[in-house]
């Protein structure tokens, strides 16, 4: 799983990656320099190359809190109450939808998430750690409906890699949250007709 290392426990990194959040949104990444992430963080420019070499490592670290805070979200709604759909509608809302929308809305978002190639690692982390979580959700609802998914021709792990990949493919194509989770809810909805017994 993705960790925030040091982050939790040392508010001087926590500053400067909020302070960093706020000019990236404000000014773009191009245009900010680690003299604003400074200024942001209320600390002098040599204070902060002690923790971080240039902003793409920056950036990187606020990544890695946004994504792994993402995932705990992600597990706190599958562990939750109400049914199959409903958990795991709260938990791509939290892991996917919820997570970008705030960078997409601002002026500079699309130069934002447009920079994911310099995050390729981390995101496949985050992703393989997303759907061990959803696979392990799914089994679990096909093993509580007593509904045999390879009888089907279908798996737990190719169910939940199908949802993202869908999820991945809609979020190019719709770029309003409100239809993202319309979207999502359809996909969700359509793994859910797979793991019912339609037995009479």
Same mark, same amino acid.
């Given at each position: ?6 982050? #939790? ?10 302070? #960093? ?8 990444? #191009? ?23 240039? /902003? ?11 994504? %792994?805070? @993402? ?26 939808? %919820?997570?970008? =929308?705030?960078?997409?809305? =601002? ?8 920079? /994911? %190639? ?9 992703? *393989? ?10 089994? *679990? ?13 279908? @798996? ?18 719709? @770029? ?6 319309? #979207? ?11 793991? %019912?017994?339609?037995?009479?």
């Amino acid at each position: 799983m993705i960790e925030i290392e040091d982050i #939790a426990t040392d508010p001087k990194r926590a500053r400067i990656l909020d302070g #960093a959040m706020k000019v990236f949104l404000a000014y773009g990444f #191009a245009r900010t320099t680690m003299d604003d992430i400074a200024r942001a963080a209320d600390m002098s420019r040599p204070a902060l190359y002690l923790l971080f070499k240039n /902003k793409t490592e920056i950036y990187r670290a606020i990544a890695m809190m946004l994504m %792994s805070r @993402s995932i705990e979200q992600a597990k706190t709604a599958l562990a939750g109450e109400g049914d199959f759909a409903e958990r795991m509608m709260r938990a791509i809302d939290a892991a996917l939808i %919820s997570m970008t =929308s705030a960078v997409a809305a =601002s002026p500079h978002g699309a130069e934002l998430l447009d920079m /994911k %190639s310099s995050l390729a690692d981390l995101v496949g982390c985050w992703r *393989s750690d997303l759907v061990e979580r959803i696979t392990e959700t799914v089994r *679990s609802e096909a093993g509580r409906n007593g509904v045999d998914l390879a009888t089907k021709g279908l @798996s737990a792990r190719l169910l939940a890699d199908m949802l993202l990949d869908g999820l991945e493919g809609m979020k190019m194509r719709i @770029s309003d949250p409100d239809e993202q989770r319309q #979207a999502a809810a359809a996909l969700i909805r359509v793994i859910d007709l797979a793991l %019912s017994d339609t037995r009479d």
